[in-house]
Structure formats: structure tokens, C-alpha cells
């Protein structure tokens, strides 16, 4: 069991990373590749104290060397459900299990909206995660929403145990298996009455008994349903605590403004306080023995 989990590999969840570690506790980090973060793209980053001229590659790759350095341990993946038990937060990142006496949220923004119909069906034909449920949808038709970089190889997994796939996206694959057919389109809608019965996509019906939406990250309310929001995002105190307990969060994914400067600080609290919040839980359970 790791003392805390920071779920976000950006600015906000490695300066976390590095303030935890600082104070001597376990950290597990699992994120995408960080070359994905918004931030990579920057071509010129102005408006950090005391760093001006700077590139967002240079940035990022300085701050994945520095928590690297400090002891962080990675995990490459999505986060697609956290589960509070008793003091202990249990993670699930694809099919995989990790535990955490406390987590620190750093998933940035969601820029995108959820689908049609897909909270409706939400664990009724609708699934984040390709290698926990494939197995569900053996020898029946299935829609892949690609939208992460590892999607076709998500898609290509379900092809291989059999389930019927098909592949939409707005963009054509690059990996997908060639028995896959490819549908492109941008708007989709999941339709069903008790369960899923299709997707549409851009109009097009695809007939279907569980839709896979694999995007780059699971939204935070996703992740912890019973988290508090506040204007969409994740509302939290000044020691970015947020309203259940064990669970902080800082950066893009507490609200504007949407600023380097804000993530590393938010990002510093947030550790230091998961930190103390380990810490506490030491001491009560010493003092009940």
C-alpha cells in the first residue's frame, strides 16, 4: 500500500508528487504519458515566476525528472474508479488493483462533454475500461469510442476475445487491427431502453450491447461519485481538501484560473496536507493499540 496516490501526471500532480516525498512518504503516480498534457504543446511559457522563456517540453520533462528523483513511483494507465474502505483507497487502473491511504486528484479539466445516454447506462452496457469488462461482451457486438492514444490496442484486446467490434472515432486509427471495421464520426448518442441496443454515430445506427468509451482521463465525479462540485469543478478548501475524506485535489481540476503558477502551488499544499492527513491516521491508529 502506497501512503498517497496522485492521480494526474501534470504541473499540479507532480509538485504534489515532490512535497509528499519530501516528507518521507510513499507515493504512486499514475498518469498518461505526460508528453499528452496540455502543457507539452506550449511553445513558449512566459508568466512563471522567475523562469520566463521557457518551452512546455522543457518544463514538464524538468518537473517528470525532478519526482523522479525524489523517489515517486509512475503508473502508466487510467484511473477509471477509486473506492474509499476504512482508511484505505482502493484504485482501479485498467484490470489492475493499488491501494492508498490517501489520494490527491490532479486529472486537470475534462474537456469534453459526456455523451447522450452515457451516464444513463453507465454499468448497464456503458464501460471506461476494455480489459475489466471485455469478457462481459464475448462473442457480441461492441462499439470502441476511441479518443486516447491506446484505444485501437483496447479495441484490438476486445477483437481478440471475440467480442464483435467496431471502432468509431473522429480520427482514423493508427494500430487498429484491419479486421476492425472503422466508423468516423464525431457525434455520437447511446440508445437503449433497460440496457444499451446501439450507438449512433453521427446518425449512423451501429447496433451494439456495450459501448467502450476510452478517453485520455475518467472525470473526477466519475472516479468519486458524492464529490462535491462548484461551477463544474472540483470544490475544495484551502488545505485542498475536498468534501470526502483522504481526498484532495489541486490544478485545473479546482477552477480558474488555469495557470502554471496555480497548479505547482496548489499542487505543494496538497501534498504537504495528504502528508499530514497520513500522518494522523498513524497516530490514531497508535493510539487505539
Not at 257 to 265: D, E, I, M, R, V
Request: with cysteine; hydrophobic share 40%.
Amino acid at each position: 500500500m502506497y501512503d498517497i496516490a496522485v492521480i494526474g501526471g501534470g504541473p499540479a500532480g507532480l509538485s504534489a508528487a515532490v512535497n509528499a516525498r519530501a516528507r518521507n512518504k510513499s507515493v504512486l503516480v499514475v498518469t498518461n504519458d505526460y508528453r499528452e498534457s496540455p502543457l507539452y504543446k506550449a511553445e513558449w511559457v512566459d508568466n512563471y515566476l522567475g523562469m520566463p522563456g521557457r518551452t512546455g517540453p522543457e518544463l514538464l520533462e524538468a518537473y517528470h525528472s525532478h519526482a523522479e528523483a525524489m523517489g515517486t513511483v509512475f503508473r502508466a494507465g487510467r484511473a477509471l474508479n477509486i473506492m474509499p474502505m476504512e482508511g484505505t483507497n482502493y484504485i482501479g487502473i485498467g484490470s489492475d488493483m493499488e491501494e492508498a491511504r490517501a489520494v490527491i486528484l490532479a486529472t486537470g479539466v475534462s474537456r469534453g462533454r459526456k455523451y447522450p445516454g452515457e451516464a444513463e447506462f453507465l454499468g448497464r452496457g456503458v464501460s471506461y475500461c476494455a480489459t475489466c469488462d471485455g469478457m462481459l461482451y464475448r462473442n457480441r457486438p461492441v462499439a470502441v469510442v476511441g479518443l486516447a492514444p491506446d484505444a485501437p490496442e483496447e479495441a484490438n484486446f476486445l477483437h481478440g476475445l471475440g467480442c464483435r467490434v467496431t471502432y468509431v472515432s473522429p480520427r482514423a486509427p493508427a494500430g487498429l487491427d484491419p479486421a476492425i471495421p472503422y466508423v468516423k464520426a464525431a457525434r455520437m448518442e447511446i440508445t437503449g431502453s433497460s440496457a444499451v441496443s446501439a450507438l449512433q454515430a453521427d446518425g449512423r445506427e451501429i447496433p451494439c450491447d456495450g459501448v467502450f468509451l476510452l478517453r485520455h482521463a475518467v472525470a473526477p465525479t466519475d472516479l468519486l461519485p458524492g464529490l462535491t462540485l462548484e461551477g463544474g469543478y472540483v470544490a475544495v478548501d484551502r488545505d485542498m481538501r475536498t468534501s470526502l475524506p483522504g481526498i484532495f485535489a489541486c490544478g485545473d481540476c479546482t477552477g480558474e484560473p488555469l495557470q502554471l503558477s496555480k497548479a505547482a502551488g496548489e499542487g505543494l499544499i496538497a501534498g504537504q496536507k495528504a502528508a499530514e492527513y497520513v500522518d494522523a491516521l498513524h497516530t490514531d491508529k497508535t493510539n487505539s493499540n
